[in-house]
């Protein structure tokens, strides 16, 4: 296949909009799909909001972000995605929800195109054994925030083809970002360390080892984090962080990745992080104020 032009993006969430912005901004034009509209106005929003402070910072011209935004359209319906050349699913993290998304999705596109999960920690070749298409199916897992993160773990199911990969390493590369290949287990590379320090954060809080704010700063004081684990949760949202340790527990079948009662009981009272305005903080004040 010839350089990707255009991209879809399935989730209007912190991730989905990351991508799109990003994407748009390194001249790809970009069709990104949610199930209301209410999402896509506010993954827009997000994303003009975070274009326009790269304005303000001198990074970005008021040109550029005008042409950026103006490469990405919006839809509720999967017929959009006709004439993409990659469909990117950034939707919530459940297998069930990626499954029926993929199942939705497969008719309405060229044979040709290649479909990739920005999933954190769902088997790939899982994933792509649902699909019509498991030699063009490939995980391509940004990091949060995208338009900062210099990642994309690339990871090859056991199917998938080699010009897949090269296509979605080569886009990655054009998107600014650097490569590294992960192998297609539970939550590939930077997940398999990253979670279980975090769940271990969790397990911490729960004991009184420290508080929210002692634990945090312990990390980013004593060994030079730019955040805290419980804030890093936070921003992950918790939801996916407990979603992400499950894979791991399942996946490896080793009691180590067991979730931290604490963290489950936080996503059941709904309380999910900055995008639920409270997790391990309140974020209905300035600063945010730790809950425990
Ligand atoms: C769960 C998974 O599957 C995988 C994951 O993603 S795990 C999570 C990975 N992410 C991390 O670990 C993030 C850790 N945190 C950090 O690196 C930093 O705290 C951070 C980069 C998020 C913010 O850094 P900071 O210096 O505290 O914040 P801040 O000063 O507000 O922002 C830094 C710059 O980024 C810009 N910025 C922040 N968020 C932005 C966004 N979403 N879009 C565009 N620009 C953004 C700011 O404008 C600012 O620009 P200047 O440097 O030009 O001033
Ligand atoms: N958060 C992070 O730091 C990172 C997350 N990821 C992965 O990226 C993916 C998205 O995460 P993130 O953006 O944080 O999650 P968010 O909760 O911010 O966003 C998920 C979005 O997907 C939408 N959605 C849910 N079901 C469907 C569906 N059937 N069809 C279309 N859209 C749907 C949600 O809509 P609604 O709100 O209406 O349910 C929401 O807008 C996950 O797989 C996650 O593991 C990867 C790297 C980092």
């Known amino acids: 296949m010839t350089e990707l032009q255009k991209i879809g993006v399935i989730g209007a969430g912190q991730m989905g909009n990351g991508i799109a912005h990003v994407a748009a901004q390194s001249g790809l034009t970009v069709v990104m799909l949610d199930v209301a509209q209410a999402a896509l106005d506010k993954g827009m929003a997000t994303l003009a909001k975070n274009m326009d402070r790269q304005v303000s910072k001198g990074t970005l011209t008021q040109a550029d972000r005008d042409a950026a935004l103006a490469r990405i359209s919006t839809s509720t319906d999967y017929a959009a995605f006709g004439d993409c050349d990659l469909?990117?699913?950034?939707?919530t993290e459940r297998e069930d929800i990626k499954h029926k998304i993929f199942a939705t999705l497969t008719p309405h596109l060229r044979p040709d195109a290649l479909v990739a999960s920005n999933t954190s920690s769902i088997p790939i070749t899982r994933l792509a054994a649902a699909t019509d298409r498991p030699g063009r199916f490939v995980g391509?897992?940004?990091?949060?925030?995208?338009?900062?993160?210099k990642l994309v773990e690339v990871i090859r199911g056991l199917a998938t083809e080699d010009a897949t990969v090269a296509?979605?390493?080569?886009?990655?590369?054009?998107m600014g970002k650097t490569v590294a290949y992960a192998a297609d287990y539970p939550a590939f590379i930077v997940?398999?360390?990253?979670?279980?320090?975090?769940?271990e954060a969790c397990?911490?809080?729960?004991?009184?080892?420290?508080?929210?704010a002692s634990i945090d700063a312990?990390?980013?004081?004593?060994c030079n984090h730019p955040m805290g684990p419980l804030e890093l949760a936070d921003y992950i949202g918790l939801d996916t962080c407990l979603a992400v340790l499950r894979v791991?527990?399942?996946?490896?079948?080793?009691?180590?990745y067991r979730p931290s009662p604490l963290l489950q009981k936080y996503v059941e009272a709904g309380w999910l992080g900055r995008k639920s305005g409270r997790g391990f903080y309140d974020y209905s004040v300035t600063p945010p104020k730790p809950t425990r």
Do not use: S, T, Y
């Open 248 to 256: 791991l527990q399942e996946g490896m079948g080793d009691p180590k």
């Open 218 to 222: 312990g990390m980013k004081l004593g």
């Open 87 to 91: 469909v990117i699913e950034a939707a």
């Open 167 to 174: 296509a979605v390493a080569a886009l990655a590369e054009r």
């Open 140 to 149: 391509m897992h940004f990091f949060n925030p995208v338009p900062l993160m």
């Open 191 to 199: 997940n398999r360390i990253l979670l279980p320090m975090i769940n």
């Open 203 to 212: 397990f911490a809080l729960h004991e009184g080892v420290g508080d929210v």
